[in-house]
């Protein structure tokens, strides 16, 4: 009968020593860093891309990581922009928080022939006459089938108020598919 209380009181007794000692170690592997550079990294996830034009689209699939997408068999070969928002942090502690690098990963069952062609970065201020666009990209998409992530290294960073990401992408045909995966922003002060 002791033996039935004993071993999970000393069991729950040496998980709480195992966390409780592992904490110190948990809590100074990044969050430190970061605090005494200042940077700080936004993401969208995979799921909040849009297609600019939904009906081009036979697949647009979502999945906890990501977007599945497939064009239409009358529309291919052709062409889809994407777009994704991220949020960004405008000021962090009284500092002006700059867009340094901007990044999406996507992956293509055909990366030879089916990819991404272009990367466009916006910024909202509601003008609404497309002078909003404010780095533009032609995209070389490696020739084959694995998961890629492409980025934007702005230099100098740039402070802007919103950020959306657009991305080309190109459809060899209706079977190949692509799927969409983060996108993200690293800000410095």
Known sequence: MKTRIARPAILALLVLLLVAGSAPL????????????????TVSYGTDWNPENRNYMSLWKWFGWGI?????????????????????????????????????????????????TDLHLWE?????????????SVISWPADNNTHCIGADLNPAVWKQSLGVSVRLYFANSTDKITLGKAWAHLVP
Do not use: Q
């Open 26 to 41: 948990l809590a100074g592997a990044g969050p430190a860093e970061r605090a005494a550079t200042g940077f700080v990294d």
């Open 68 to 116: 599945e997408a497939k064009l239409k068999a009358a529309r291919a070969p052709g062409y889809v922009w994407v777009h994704i928002p991220i949020t960004l942090l405008s000021y962090n502690e009284g500092s002006a928080m700059k867009i340094d690098y901007v990044e999406f990963c996507a992956m293509s069952t055909n990366g030879v022939a089916t990819k991404p």
């Open 124 to 136: 909202e201020t509601g003008s609404g006459d497309g002078s909003d666009r404010f780095y533009t």
